[in-house]
């Protein structure tokens, strides 16, 4: 029976290591592959964005303020006569910039903070996870929020409220499976070969629980972009003229009911981009999570 | 009394269950003295593999070391420090798991994982290390080592496997090797070859071993001497001859009854192994002893030494010392 169950994980180790297949079944699901191009494009627009705008994002026009969409301005102009498709381009790469880094940062201390905690148990345990506790207590865009509010606007403040409130999940999420893993025999054989608590935590433990915090940060790389989109949009993220989206439909809010395309277009971007991210977050862990996966 | 490579003096552990305190161990004894192949014997649940993990001091929670002394070159491995203990660990003793499969982590190369076993102890260069690595992995019988170390554990049957943990556990020659039931999890041809296997590499590096088995015929080809085991109690301990030849204890007569003979009824214990967390008061095996006294179900009947190499806890045998 055990030795069944041995070999059971021995296949599914096989069967996820199997990089051909992997991609071969993420690519069959229409919805991760919708997802996958909504991020590259999303990516190539971050990079090339700013080269391929058709006008500068904070050239103000007044003789040409509030048009509709037209040939000129593919997305019309909002209130100052700016280039609204443009700044949407511009925008691209502060979303994906704020949702890169601030995934990156959280993830990295949800990861050490997690092992430490699922690991070493006991009072260190007990500490950590209260004080993840305590931030799980509000809800996050709350708690974004004040944080923002109490550093004022700016990106990096953004950023670090963001990060601030992202960590706990990874942290919790760590934690479980490290839980999980440590009372496999394979970690009782490394103990008993003298490897030290270090060496466990990060070569043995971590490479086992990258595919969670991977499909974790690409599902939430699409909330972190709403969130800072969110804080733009109560005038606690980055400061007005910078082209970031919420900011944007903030801005576009008084006009809505005459000059809808002011709002709607840079809220149609927040949507894809979120989206996106979702569905490949999604399309990830159907591949990467063996036990979802044997159905 | 340094004679001993390893002296073990009334250990306690207790696993402090949700439903109640498991008494695991309850005051066990045991001497290995140097170059010699101790054979722990016992049904599931006695015990055995929570002895050898207390020497390690790897008793997983809720377990714990209540009270006890394990001298090891005469310094008490409970009285360590993380740090002092871990240096024991794969290099003074190692130890062999069940499952070999599943003491291998399935997402690390063969190679670094035996390499890991050195770097623990060792600042050998990588090539070095790799040198012995390939030595050892020869000793232990493996083709093409040199190919095997970029290997994957799911790429390697039960037999190569377990020849794998073992070239781990002796890689930096430790003075005690703990198997806890090597060859139970493979096939029978194999057994005997790994059994083999060990018994020439102890003798090569001049280790000595706690063999834990439930088979005990597996514990007559290979040990010295043997203890048998009965609910966190070493029953009986003597040398292997003693022990077959004239077993005294009534479990370890029932144990040597109950293997099977072509021709002959199978023998079995009557009644099952006891309920730790409420053991019957006394001496644990006395509900299913046929020679079970009235002092047998009030007072736990002490540790009977006839001579050196000999001991049995049984009133049985009181008048006799």
């Known amino acids: 029976m055990k030795k069944e169950e041995g070999e059971e994980k021995a296949k599914e180790v096989i069967v996820s290591s199997d990089f051909r297949l992997m991609l071969r079944l993420f690519l069959r699901s229409p919805t991760s592959l919708t997802g996958i191009i909504i991020v590259l494009i999303l990516i190539v627009l971050a990079i090339i964005g700013p080269y391929i705008a058709p006008y500068d994002p904070y050239l103000q026009n007044i003789d040409e303020r509030l048009k509709p969409p037209n040939w000129k301005h593919l997305c019309g102009t909002d209130q100052l006569g700016r280039d609204i498709f443009s700044r949407i381009l511009y925008g691209c790469r502060i979303s994906l910039s704020i949702a890169i880094l601030v995934v990156l940062v959280s993830t990295s201390i949800g990861l050490i903070l997690g ?54 999940v990874y942290a919790r999420l760590v934690r479980a499976c490290v839980l999980q893993i440590k009372n496999e025999t394979y970690i009782e054989a490394a103990r008993a070969i003298g490897a030290s608590r270090l060496r466990i935590m990060f070569k043995h433990i971590l490479p086992m629980v990258i595919h969670a915090i991977i499909v974790q940060s690409t599902l939430d790389m699409g909330g972190v972009i709403l969130l800072a989109a969110g804080l733009g949009f109560l005038g606690l993220g980055a400061p007005p003229p910078t082209p970031e989206w919420g900011v944007m439909v903030s801005e576009g809010r008084m006009y809505i009911r005459a000059q809808w395309w002011v709002s709607t277009f840079p809220g149609l971007a927040i949507f894809l981009a979120a989206l996106g991210f979702n569905l490949l977050g999604d399309g990830l862990r159907d591949v990467l999570d063996v036990k979802e996966r044997r159905e | 009394m340094t004679n001993y490579l390893l002296k073990i003096s009334n250990l306690v552990v207790h696993f402090y269950r949700y439903e109640g305190v498991v008494k695991a161990l309850d005051g066990v004894n045991l001497r290995i003295g140097y170059k010699e192949i101790l054979g722990l014997v016992g049904e599931t649940g006695s015990g055995k593999t929570v002895t ?35 240096k024991i660990r794969g290099k003074e003793i190692s130890m ?93 041809t194999v057994q005997a070859q790994i059994i083999q296997l060990i018994r020439d590499l102890v003798s090569e590096i001049g280790s000595s071993v706690l063999y834990i088995t439930h088979d005990l015929s597996v514990a007559a080809e290979l040990c010295d001497k043997v203890a048998v085991m009965y609910a966190g109690n070493i029953v009986e301990y003597g040398s292997i001859f003693d022990i077959f030849d004239n077993p005294m204890h009534p479990y370890t007569k029932g144990l040597l009854a109950a293997i099977p003979r072509l021709g002959h009824e199978l023998y079995t214990i009557e009644g099952e192994i006891p309920n730790l967390m409420n053991p019957p008061k006394g001496c644990r095996f006395h509900p299913r002893c046929p020679h079970a006294m009235e002092i047998c179900s009030k007072v736990k009947p002490p540790s009977i030494w006839l001579n050196r190499n000999r001991m049995v806890a049984c009133h049985l045998y009181s008048e006799e010392v």
């Open chain 2, 96 to 188: 062999i798991f069940q499952e070999p499969k599943a003491a291998l982590n399935p997402i690390l190369t063969v190679g670094f994982q035996l390499k890991e076993a050195i770097e623990a102890h060792s600042s050998l260069s990588d090539k070095e290390a790799e040198d012995i690595i390939i030595d050892m992995l020869k000793k232990v019988g493996l083709p093409d080592p040199r190919s095997l170390l970029k290997r994957y554990p799911h790429e390697l049957s039960g037999g190569m496997a377990q020849r794998i943990m073992i070239a781990m556990a002796l890689l930096m020659k430790p003075k005690l090797l703990i198997a806890d039931e090597p060859t139970s999890a493979l096939d029978v």
């Open chain 2, 52 to 86: 050898a993990l207390s020497i390690m001091r790897l008793v997983p929670s809720p377990g714990k070391i209540i009270q006890g002394e394990i001298l090891f070159e005469g310094r008490d491995l409970l009285k360590l420090d993380d740090e002092e203990i871990r």
């Open chain 1, 115 to 168: 092992l430490i905690s699922g690991y070493l148990g006991g009072i260190v345990d007990e500490v950590l996870m209260r004080i993840t506790d305590m931030f799980f207590a509000f809800p996050r865009l709350i708690l974004a929020m004040a944080v923002a509010a109490a550093l004022g606007p700016g990106l990096y403040n953004v950023m670090f409220s963001i990060a601030t409130v992202s960590w706990p």
